[in-house]
C-alpha cells in the first residue's frame, strides 16, 4: 500500500504512544494531523502522573496539529444513528468517530482502542484504520523505543481479523 497522503484523524491513545516514543515531530512532519478538541483534552488529564518525558505539552500538540475540530452535537447525533456502539466510546473517540463520519473526503483513522477499531469494522471502514507504526515507518522513522504492541500493525491487522469475524463481516 502506498504511504497515505491525506487527512490522518489522531486518538488520544495515538498521540500519547507517538510521544512516548519521541516520534510526535516526525509524525506531524509527514502528516496532517487532526483531531478533536475533547482528545487534546485527555492528553492533559493524568499529566501529572506521566514521567516529565511523557508529559505532553498543550502548545506543542496544538503546533503539530493541522486541525483540533469541535463537534457540533448534529454530528454526535449523527453518528449515533449511523451506529448506536458509539455510544459505549470515551470521549475523545465518540467526538473523534462524529468528526471522522461527518466529513466528505478521504482519511484514515489512528486509535488502537478495539472498541473503536469495532465501529470502524461494522460501518465497513476497515480499510480506514491505520496503525502508528506503518505511519511512522512511511515517514521513515525508526523509533528508539518500542512501540506498544497494540500500536503494530501486526497488532492491527489480527484485531481487525477477530473483529470482522465476530461482527459477521469477513473479509
Known amino acids: 500500500m502506498a504511504r497515505w497522503r491525506g487527512p490522518v484523524l489522531v486518538d488520544t491513545n495515538a498521540i500519547i504512544e507517538a510521544w512516548r516514543v519521541n516520534a510526535w515531530r516526525a509524525l506531524c512532519g509527514g502528516y496532517a494531523l487532526e483531531t478533536v478538541e475533547e ?3 485527555e492528553t492533559q488529564t493524568g499529566y501529572q502522573k506521566r514521567r516529565p518525558e511523557q508529559q505532553i505539552d498543550r502548545d ?43 466529513r466528505s473526503d478521504a482519511w484514515v483513522l489512528c486509535g488502537p ?6 465501529i470502524g469494522v461494522r460501518l465497513n471502514l476497515r480499510d480506514r484504520l491505520i496503525s502508528l507504526e506503518r505511519l511512522l515507518e512511511d515517514t521513515g522513522f525508526r523509533p528508539k523505543t518500542a512501540l506498544k504492541s497494540a500500536y503494530r500493525q501486526d497488532w492491527l491487522s489480527r484485531t481487525l481479523v477477530e473483529l470482522a469475524q465476530r461482527e459477521g463481516k469477513i473479509a
Do not use: Q, Y
Open 39 to 41: 482528545c487534546v483534552i
Open 60 to 102: 506543542t500538540l496544538l503546533a503539530g496539529l493541522k486541525a483540533a475540530h469541535t463537534v457540533l452535537d448534529a454530528e454526535r447525533a449523527a453518528a449515533l444513528v449511523r451506529d448506536g456502539e458509539i455510544a459505549m466510546l470515551d470521549e475523545g473517540e465518540k467526538a473523534l468517530w462524529a468528526h471522522a463520519l461527518a
Open 113 to 118: 482502542d478495539k472498541a473503536s477499531l469495532r
